[in-house]
């Protein structure tokens, strides 16, 4: 019986290689089908007609300034409708938050600036 499982663990195994083989394989085909680059720039020619194509929808999508303007101001509205707004009571959270950690901050460069200056008074003989 320990045989027989044992037998189905190394046949799962086998199918688990058999299937990750047929998929390096199928990288190796793709790659040995497509050129690979050895540097400098992709470039592609043009014909007539692409030109000729880009000219066309280049007049056409001109906007004047008053268009850009219009779809700027659109945009914006649409993406503040993404933003989710805090309520008042994670507001009020936030600025009591911000206000603590700049009175910390300061209490900490305003005592480093005045042992600073002493220090340097100290130093270079100062009058106190």
């Keep these: 019986m320990a045989e ?26 793709d790659e040995a089908e497509e050129p690979v680059s050895r540097g400098g720039t992709a470039t592609r020619e043009r014909t007539k007609t692409d030109s000729a194509d880009s000219r066309k ?4 999508g001109r906007v004047g300034i008053f268009g850009r303007l219009a779809r700027f101001f659109r945009e914006v509205v649409a993406e503040l409708r993404k933003v989710i707004w805090p ?8 600025t009591a938050v911000v206000v603590v950690f700049v009175a910390v901050v ?23």
């Design 4 to 29: 027989k499982n044992r037998r189905d663990e190394n046949d799962d195994d086998r199918l688990e290689n058999e299937a990750i083989d047929d998929v390096v394989d199928d990288d190796a085909d």
């Design 106 to 128: 300061l209490t900490i460069v305003a005592g480093l600036d005045y042992a600073f200056a002493k220090g340097v008074l100290w130093v270079f003989g100062g009058s106190s």
């Design 57 to 60: 929808t280049r007049t056409e």
């Design 87 to 94: 309520t008042r009571k994670e507001l009020l959270t936030y």
